[in-house]
């Protein structure tokens, strides 16, 4: 097992009815900035528990961060920041809303010439703008780590940013927010947290027992939970295993001490970039490719996965770990999530080129847990997952 440091100094308030404690961890003197996405908030009921609850706090509001979060909206948003003299920021939302207020916690103390720069010149932030998160939707893990994706359109990036200072101050965890979450959103949310895990398990191995049996453990869990939670996310026991798995598989814990690899949220952001696939059908799309091509350093962790997770015990490692993939597909795709690029764009030719050339630029030419995944070789990999 590696070294480490692990610190995560987010308070986690898990639970039904939960909404309500929301003006107990903010100061009762700040200036609240309350942020929420295009309105579904506002119809399913969780926009209405959180103003009550904030009834006797100064709150502001400003909503229409889309999917995706929007640097241009963003910057709308850090304007009433500076005019209103915001002192708290409060996220309620899903990965996109609380990633777009993280980036506003930074931006919001940030003295350089444009904000655009914290993420294109890679600024880590120490020390943002004081915030908390409401969580609508599991999936990203954004409520319990330092991490956001911020997507510029005028210029069809999707860059990442973070720091110490990034971590919520709370977040606010009742799975019962699930129930108004359209099917194709909680696929989306499943996909993500398996993806999540497969980034920070699917290396080499390195004797970190326990951390490789948490990740088989949140793997395992969503696979079991899966089925409830898309036929009936009113079902309690599947929504509170779903929610608590999804901020597991990326709140840090199952990193520490082991190799990581995130090749396959590089290439997918890009995807979304560029033709606006959701999130988690990127990662469903690059990631089968990417443990084929890279199937010598992996397969040993694949058979493992295959050994533990999908009960595949028979033959030989290379028949496990390629089973493995297999089976990983056949999961994503039991979820209603398409696994090739050519069923969500017939405009893809080229796209390998653009990706690899995109890398270059900006100088990762060494991805993945060896450092040795080159732009040439992420050229393959998209092609392969067309
Ligand atoms: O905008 P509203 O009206 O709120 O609707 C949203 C949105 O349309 C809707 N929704 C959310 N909660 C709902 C709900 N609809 C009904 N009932 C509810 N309770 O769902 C749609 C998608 O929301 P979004 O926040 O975009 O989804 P998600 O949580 O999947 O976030 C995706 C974003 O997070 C980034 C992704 O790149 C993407 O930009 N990620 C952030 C990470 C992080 N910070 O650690 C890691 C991830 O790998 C990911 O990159
Ligand atoms: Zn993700």
Redesign the pocket.
């Known amino acids: 097992m590696n070294n480490f440091d692990f610190k995560n100094p987010t308070k986690i308030i898990f639970g039904k009815d939960t909404i309500e404690k929301v003006n107990q961890e903010i100061p009762a003197d700040a200036k609240v900035l309350l942020l929420?996405?295009?309105?579904?908030?506002k119809?399913?009921g969780?926009y209405d528990q959180v103003k009550t609850a904030l009834a006797d706090l100064d709150v502001t509001e400003f909503g229409g961060?889309?999917?995706?979060?929007e640097y241009a909206t963003l910057m709308d948003a850090l304007k009433v920041i500076k005019e209103e003299n915001i002192t708290y920021l409060l996220a309620v939302?899903?990965?996109?809303?609380?990633?777009g207020t993280?980036f506003l916690s930074a931006a919001a103390v940030y003295d350089g010439d444009t904000p655009w720069d914290i993420l294109t010149k890679n600024i880590r932030t120490e020390k943002g703008m004081p915030f908390g998160t409401v969580l609508?939707?599991?999936?990203?893990?954004?409520e319990m780590?330092s991490?956001?994706?911020i997507?510029r359109k005028e210029t069809k990036e999707?860059l990442?940013m973070g720091g110490p200072g990034l971590f919520p101050e709370f977040s606010i965890l009742d799975p019962q927010?699930?129930?108004?979450?359209?099917e194709r959103?909680l696929a989306?949310?499943l996909t993500?947290a398996f993806?999540?895990v497969l980034e920070q398990y699917m290396t080499y191995p390195i004797g970190a027992l326990l951390q490789d049996r948490f990740a088989e453990s949140i793997l395992q869990t969503l696979i079991e939970v899966a089925p409830t939670v898309l036929k009936d996310p009113t079902d309690y026991k599947a929504a509170s295993n779903f929610m608590w798995s999804c901020t597991m598989a990326?709140n840090g814990l199952i990193q520490k001490g082991v190799p990581t690899d995130w090749a396959v949220?590089a290439i997918?952001?890009e995807l979304?970039a560029l033709f606006g696939i959701?999130?988690?059908r990127t990662?469903a799309v690059i990631a089968p490719s990417h443990y084929k091509f890279n199937f010598e350093s992996k397969k040993e962790k694949l058979a493992q996965y295959a050994e533990r997770v999908w009960n595949i015990t028979e033959s030989s490692t290379d028949d496990k770990a390629y089973a493995a993939i297999e089976k990983t597909v056949d999961f994503f795709h039991e979820l209603g999530i398409d696994t090739k690029l050519s069923d969500y764009t017939k405009d893809y030719e080229g796209t390998a080129e653009e990706i690899s050339e995109r890398f270059t630029k900006r100088g990762w030419t060494k991805l993945g847990e060896h450092q040795s995944l080159s732009p040439e070789k992420v050229e393959k990999i998209v092609k392969m997952a067309y």
């Open positions: 929420y996405g295009g309105g579904s908030i119809n399913n969780i961060i889309p999917a995706n979060p939302g899903g990965g996109s809303v609380i990633d993280k609508t939707l599991p999936a990203t893990g954004s780590n991490g956001a994706v997507t999707k990442a927010v699930i129930t108004s979450i359209p959103q989306n949310g993500d993806t999540h990326l949220h997918g952001h979304t959701d999130h988690a990662l």
